[in-house]
């Protein structure tokens, strides 16, 4: 009826297996219509160029780059690609399988991985059949534009693992059993009031994981402070990034940045210090290389190399422990070559002739010495700051 002729559609074919080596990402050739759009996003916003198109003409396909496994190159697992690509010639590896193409809601929220809170949205089909794609339009002009890291795309996978602990377990005389939650719950109460009896309400302390709402962690304290009556509440993210957030309070009033990410933009010069942005925090890196693109320059200030210095315009390779010194050195140099906002500091700081003074007799051969920085490279710092 159609008048088709088939011999218009025959012809060469290319066949090909997909790539199934990576964890979360499969490569299917067979489908890939040579758009280049996984190819661009990998090597022009993430600038990782894990991705290129391999040989001419029709046999044109991308590949990894040198045809290695992706988790070979230098590909750092983001997934971006699988969202830009329009075909599903790179896509995602479900641990579960979706019969058919049942329809999925959209849920748009926010990440919950890190502080840059990026705007995430789960597809999901039932409560345990969901996955990450951020294709929707509110998402894509949202600050992160749809750009996600590993933690955010592939991360909620633990969620649904197998080997997620899902009942209480009690573990006496050396034996651990399952036992359902309310004697779990009396269990711990009745081991905690003893301990208080016995030792005072300092000898316990709650911790917060950084994976509660505001309003869970607010209980939290309630409970800590009023039901427990101690004062000893700290958070599990204190001993995973081995940082300690009380010094942003003693030095800045609160625990928070006194900037915004957007203001990045508008920055003529970055530091970035012991920040291993591509594996904790992606999306600022892009930020950051997006700013440089705008003319900004980038200071990398770390002990070892790491796949952002490679973008720094400057790498201070500074003696790992060193870095109050190189901190009050810079400082220092600052404050003598009167570079410092006097108006600032007199509306919005305190104790300031205090700093001044403890920095006195600072000088850079010392600071280069015990932080072992070659000089020549401590005076472009300070040059460029
Ligand atoms: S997962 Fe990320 S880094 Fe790897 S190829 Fe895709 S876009 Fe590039
Ligand atoms: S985005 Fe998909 S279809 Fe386009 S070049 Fe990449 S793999 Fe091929």
New binding site residues.
């Given amino acids: 009826d159609f008048e088709a002729d088939i011999s218009e559609l025959t012809g060469e074919v290319r066949k090909y297996l997909p790539d199934n080596r990576h964890p979360f990402?499969t490569l299917d050739p067979n489908k890939c219509i040579n758009c280049g759009k996984?190819v661009r996003?990998?090597s022009e916003i993430?600038m990782?160029s894990?991705?290129d198109f391999v040989n001419r003409g029709f046999k044109a396909i991308v590949k990894p780059a040198m045809e290695k496994p992706?988790l070979e190159t230098n590909?750092?697992?983001?997934?971006?690609?699988i969202d830009v690509c329009p075909t599903g010639a790179i896509s995602e590896k479900f641990p579960f399988k979706i019969p058919g193409t049942l329809p999925k809601e959209n849920h748009e929220t926010v990440c919950n991985f890190c502080s840059v809170g990026c705007k995430i949205n789960y597809k999901v089909l039932s409560d345990d059949v969901y996955y990450v794609s951020n294709n929707t339009e509110e998402i894509m002009n949202s600050h992160n534009n749809g750009y996600l890291c590993v933690k955010g795309k592939f991360g909620h996978r633990y969620l649904t693992s197998g080997n997620r602990i899902e009942t209480p377990i009690i573990k006496l005389n050396g034996k651990a059993s399952e036992v359902k939650t309310d004697e779990a719950v009396q269990y711990a109460s009745k081991r905690i009031k003893n301990i208080i009896k016995k030792y005072g309400a300092d000898s316990v302390a709650i911790f917060g994981s950084p994976k509660m709402s505001n309003e869970e962690l607010f209980l939290l304290q309630k409970f800590a402070r009023a039901g427990l009556k101690t004062n000893n509440i700290s958070s599990f993210s204190n001993m995973i990034s081995d940082c300690e957030y009380d010094s942003l309070d003693d030095s800045l009033g609160l625990t928070v940045s006194t900037t915004s990410m957007d203001n990045l933009m508008n920055a003529d010069v970055i530091v970035a210090i012991n920040s291993n942005l591509s594996e904790d925090n992606l999306i600022m890196e892009l930020k950051i290389k997006k700013a440089q693109k705008k003319g900004a320059k980038l200071i990398v200030i770390n002990s070892s190399e790491i796949k952002i210095t490679k973008f720094a315009d400057l790498w201070i390779d500074s003696r790992k422990g060193t870095n109050t010194i190189l901190l009050n050195g810079i400082l220092s140099e600052l404050i003598k070559k009167g570079l410092v906002n006097e108006d600032f500091i007199k509306t919005n700081t305190e104790n300031f002739s205090e700093l001044k003074n403890m920095l006195q007799g600072n000088n850079a051969e010392d600071v280069c010495e015990l932080t072992e920085i070659d000089i020549e490279k401590y005076k472009e710092l300070t040059h460029l700051l």
Avoid: F, P
Avoid at 76 to 81: D, F, M, P, R, T
């Fill in positions: 990402i996984c996003t990998c993430l990782v894990a991705l992706l590909c750092i697992s983001c997934g971006n690609c």
